[in-house]
Each structure stands twice: as structure tokens, then as C-alpha cells.
């Protein structure tokens, strides 16, 4: 048996080849046993030796040599020249005021791109296009049916043709008379209906007339608008004619044969979804939730107490806390993360809540000042301003109107109000038998908007997730789930809310260090614990979880689905 190889033996020096293997050196990937370090060091005095214990080989970067001086390591990267280069060449001048990085740098990027690279090759694309490949080979099978069909047909004609060309020419002319009446039907219809919303439009102009100048309070009250059912204007039908392509009557016995074509179209085939219905092009891909979420990374914020986070991209965060400052983060995973600017509050009061809207605006409600403010190209603007109430939390919806949570001056009322172009649009307060839905009192209230369009705030007053459908209709609360199996069992104190693609709804709690996640309708699906005080909630496209940590001071980045 050879005691090199054998599986039975330990591994051996490469040098004396009958010590015991306990040094490796990274530069040369030899393995040494102590006595013979020095005599490896003195065999090619051209290299630098990275000698490391047996344990910790491969730890030793191995930089690349340096092109333009020999026996030099570059351990720095030109990001101008996209070349590595060594101190020699530094010292040279050839790259003053250049861009440089860390080459480690520049290979953790690397790694980073071809990790990401090679998952997209081995889970998409390679699969996607075996899907393709069979979709085409299906393709080949229908089309030699539908050509041996298309041969039949042609066969079969020709032998009709002779006795049953009068019935054919009777029978296309009651085809264009049927399909003339069905398309005057339905013009007719459309008008008549258009018309109709004309003379209505008509009547609600002439019974809003009097509203103008009246000063009679019951008289105006009265008046209802209708206008939100014309904004969505009639749909434009446009009929299209059928086409009669006669026959010549030598050659061709009533029939051509029109062209075969093979079209191309880039946008054919999807990475996610090869073949999609009507109802699913609109739907996002399904995602599980993982078994472990998993911290990507904590962004330390500065605040002494952080409260609110809002994602502007996958790349850049926005959070608020004590203080008037509110702060964007770049959050690249490759890099610490970094604050790039900050926009003081228009009052210097903290803001009480932040988002960011459809287009991209930061806003924050400031309840001290009663205001609702925009922040756009870093100028500051108050666009809402509130008498006798005060707003607590704001979001955007997927319209671009804005939904805020207000409190009375008293405390003895909370409501929901959506606004569409900063103009009061809808209030959200009672239920159907005309009780409150919101607990009373100044307590930490969050709201979000779901994919379906539900309505959903975190009532820490009541403890409670309470959910209304888009046209302010209670549809659930959720009060929480017993942990039988953890000693982490406190009353349920909500704060933050946010969903995400699945339509699951995400609540802070901060009494058991948790976040909750609840479906669409209101059932459990599990919690998520690696957290500590959450407050503020938000997600990015990716689905990723952003976690205000109140205790730690840090915004905490989670990846929670599959």
C-alpha cells in the first residue's frame, strides 16, 4: 500500500515525503512539514512564500503578478485602466489620479457576479430553454397535422366545389348579413348607452347648479356627485369589416392559397413563465416561505431611537427617528452600507411617519405641525395641512393617491382618509352598524395598502391587525396567535405593517421581538424572530424585509421568502 495515497495514512510533507504534513504554502500549494519551511523559503527566492498552517491553506490571497514589472504582486486595481497593478506601478505615476480599489475588492465582486450569474444559468435559463426546445418540438408536431389536414381540406374542396358553388355563394351572402346586423346591434346598443350617460352627465351639471352659490347648508348637503362613475370614459369599439377573396374562375376553382410565414418575436418567451393565462400574466411568480429567514444585513441608522424605514430601490433605504433628520442609505450587500444625504423636517419637528410614493417622492406626516409634507429634488413642501386633527401614518397605493391615518385633537377619534392629488377623496371610520373601527386614544397606529387593494392598519391601541376592503368595508381583525411553544408569549404590541407580493401582510410586534405574517384573509402563516424591538416595516421588489430594531438602533434586512 502506498502511504502517500492510502486513505488509511496521514498526509505527508511533499519535500522529506515521511513527516507529517503541518505548514502549506499558498504561493506554490505545497505541503511542508516544519523542517522543511526554511528549506522551501531558500528554493526560488523569485516568489513570496505565504506560508500558513495546514489548517488555514487556501487563506492567503494569491495576487496576480504584475504585467509591466516582474516578480511584483498587484494588490490594487485600477478602475480606469480595468487593469491590476502593483506598487511599482503606482510609484510610477502612470495611474495618478486614477480611480483605485482593493483588488480583494474587485474579486469579491467578481465572485459576488459569478455566483449570481451561474445560479440564473443552473435555475433559469438552462431550464427555460429545455422549455423552449420541447415548445418548438410541439410546434413541428402540430404543424405536420395541420399541413396533412390543410391537404385534405384542399382535396375535398376541389371535389364540393363543382356542385356546391351556388349553395356557397348564398351562404357567404347571408354570413355578411348576419354579421352587418350583429355589428349595428351592438354600435346601436353602445350608443344608446353612451347617450344615456350624456343626458345623465346633463342632469347631474343642472341639479348641482344652484350649489354654487347657495349658502343653505340642507340644500347642499344634499347634493351628491356622481362624477367618480364618468371619470372611466365608455370603451371605443371599432368594427372591423370581413374581407371576400374571390377566385379566378380558370386555374383556380374558387380558392387561393395564401403564403406560410414563420414570424419572430423576441419577447415570445419569459424566464418565469413560459406559457401564460389571461389571469396569470397579471400575477406574481408564487414564492414559499423559507423554513430560516436569514439577516443579509444591519444597517446602523445613528438615531438614538430609530421608528420608520421606507425603501426608495433595492439599493437605497430612507429612515427616520428622533430628531428632525431623515436619512437614504445605499444598502449594496458588496459594500458597508452608507448614508448618502439627509433632508431636514420643515417644522424641525421628528416626523412621525415616512414613505416614499409611486413616482418616487418622500413624504412624511408631521403631527405636531398637523402637516403632510412632500420632499422632491430635496425641497421640502407641505402639501396637506390639517385643522382639529392630526396625521399619524401615511402610504402610497398602487393609484397614487396617499392613505393617512389621523388622530382628533381629543383622542376620542381615528380615521382613515384617502387623497388623490392631495384632495380629500374617501373616509374610512365606522363599520356597518356604525362602531368605530380603530381603538381610541393616542396610541401607534401603521397602515399599508395590500395588492388587492385592501386597507390594512396595525392598531396598537387595540391590538390588532384591522383589514377593509378598497371601499372601507370591514373584512377581518386579526388579535394575534398563541406561541405554546415559546416562553416569548407577552400581549401582542403592534407597530410597523407592510405586505408584499404573495399578499401576505407583515406586522411588527414589539413586545415578543417578532414579526407576524398573516395571508390575505386574516389565517397565521408563521412568525419571524430575528429581531429585536421591531418598530417600522418595509419591503423592495425582491421581497425582502427591511426591520426597524428600536433597541439596536440598526434596520435590519431579512430574507424571508424562497
Not at 414570424?263 to 414559499?288: C, F, L, N, R, W
Request: hydrophobic share 30%; aromatic share 6%.
Amino acid at each position: 500500500m502506498n502511504p502517500r495515497t492510502s486513505a488509511q495514512d496521514v498526509l505527508r510533507c511533499d519535500l522529506c515525503e515521511t513527516a507529517v504534513v503541518q505548514m502549506h504554502c499558498d504561493t506554490c500549494l505545497v505541503n511542508l512539514c516544519k523542517a522543511c519551511v526554511g528549506e522551501h523559503m531558500l528554493s526560488d527566492e523569485s516568489k513570496k512564500h505565504e506560508v500558513v498552517k495546514f489548517s488555514l491553506r487556501k487563506s492567503t490571497p494569491l495576487y496576480p503578478g504584475c504585467k509591466s514589472h516582474d516578480k511584483e504582486r498587484c494588490e490594487m486595481y485600477c478602475n480606469q485602466c480595468d487593469i491590476p497593478v502593483c506598487n511599482s506601478c503606482l510609484a510610477s505615476k502612470q495611474h495618478l489620479g486614477h480611480e483605485l480599489s482593493k483588488i480583494l475588492q474587485v474579486l469579491e465582486k467578481k465572485k459576488y457576479t459569478i455566483i449570481r450569474e451561474r445560479i440564473e444559468l443552473n435555475d433559469t435559463i438552462y431550464p427555460t430553454y429545455h422549455v423552449i426546445a420541447s415548445d418548438v418540438q410541439n410546434r413541428m408536431s402540430q404543424l405536420e397535422k395541420e399541413y396533412e389536414d390543410l391537404s385534405t381540406a384542399i382535396t375535398k374542396h376541389g371535389m364540393d366545389c363543382y356542385r356546391e358553388i351556388d349553395k356557397l355563394v348564398k351562404k357567404l351572402k347571408a354570413e355578411v348579413d348576419q354579421m352587418k346586423s350583429t355589428q349595428f346591434k351592438t354600435l346601436q346598443k353602445h350608443l344608446d348607452e353612451i347617450n344615456k350617460k350624456i343626458s345623465n352627465i346633463q342632469d347631474d351639471i343642472k341639479s348641482t347648479e344652484f350649489a354654487i352659490d347657495t349658502y343653505d347648508m340642507s340644500e347642499l348637503l344634499s347634493v351628491t356627485s356622481n362624477v367618480h362613475m364618468y371619470r372611466k370614459l365608455p370603451e371605443k369599439l371599432v368594427p372591423s369589416l370581413p374581407k371576400f377573396i374571390p377566385g379566378k374562375i380558370l386555374g383556380e376553382i374558387f380558392g387561393t392559397l395564401t403564403s406560410s410565414s414563420l414570424t419572430s418575436d423576441e419577447h415570445g418567451y419569459s424566464m418565469t413563465t413560459i406559457h401564460k393565462s389571461t389571469d396569470a400574466a397579471s400575477s406574481p411568480p408564487v414564492k414559499q416561505l423559507l423554513d430560516e429567514p436569514q439577516t443579509i444585513i444591519n444597517i446602523r441608522t445613528g438615531y438614538g431611537h430609530p421608528y420608520n424605514v421606507a425603501c426608495l430601490s433595492d439599493e437605497e433605504i430612507w429612515a427616520s427617528g428622533t430628531g428632525n433628520l431623515m436619512k437614504l442609505f445605499s444598502i449594496n450587500e458588496l459594500e458597508e452600507p452608507q448614508q448618502l444625504k439627509s433632508i431636514r423636517t420643515k417644522s424641525g419637528n421628528s416626523p412621525s411617519d415616512i414613505a416614499v410614493t409611486k413616482s418616487g417622492d418622500l413624504v412624511y406626516t408631521d403631527y405636531d405641525d398637523r402637516t403632510v409634507n412632500f420632499v422632491n429634488n430635496e425641497k421640502t413642501k407641505n402639501v396637506i395641512r390639517l385643522r382639529n386633527w392630526k396625521p399619524r401614518s401615511v402610504c402610497g397605493t398602487s393609484s397614487g393617491d396617499l392613505l393617512i391615518i389621523m388622530e382628533s385633537d381629543d383622542d376620542k377619534q381615528i380615521k382613515v382618509v384617502s387623497y388623490s392629488d392631495f384632495a380629500e377623496k374617501q373616509t374610512i371610520q365606522f363599520d356597518d352598524v356604525g362602531k368605530p373601527l380603530y381603538s381610541t386614544g393616542s396610541y401607534d397606529r401603521f397602515i399599508t395598502e395590500n395588492r388587492n387593494l385592501d386597507i390594512c392598519v396595525s392598531d396598537s391601541g387595540a391590538k390588532a391587525v384591522v383589514v377593509v376592503n378598497q371601499a372601507g368595508k370591514l373584512r377581518f381583525r386579526y388579535t394575534g396567535h398563541s406561541r405554546t411553544t415559546s416562553s416569548n408569549n407577552e400581549p401582542i404590541s403592534l407597530r410597523g405593517i407592510i405586505t408584499d407580493s404573495q399578499s401576505h401582510i407583515l406586522t411588527a410586534d414589539y413586545n415578543n421581538d417578532c414579526v407576524h405574517i398573516i395571508d390575505q384573509d386574516g389565517q397565521f402563516l408563521r412568525y419571524i424572530d430575528c429581531v429585536i424591538y421591531p418598530w417600522g416595516l418595509c419591503t423592495d421588489t425582491n421581497d425582502n424585509l427591511f426591520v426597524v430594531q428600536w433597541g439596536s438602533r440598526h434596520v435590519k434586512k431579512i430574507k424571508y421568502l424562497q
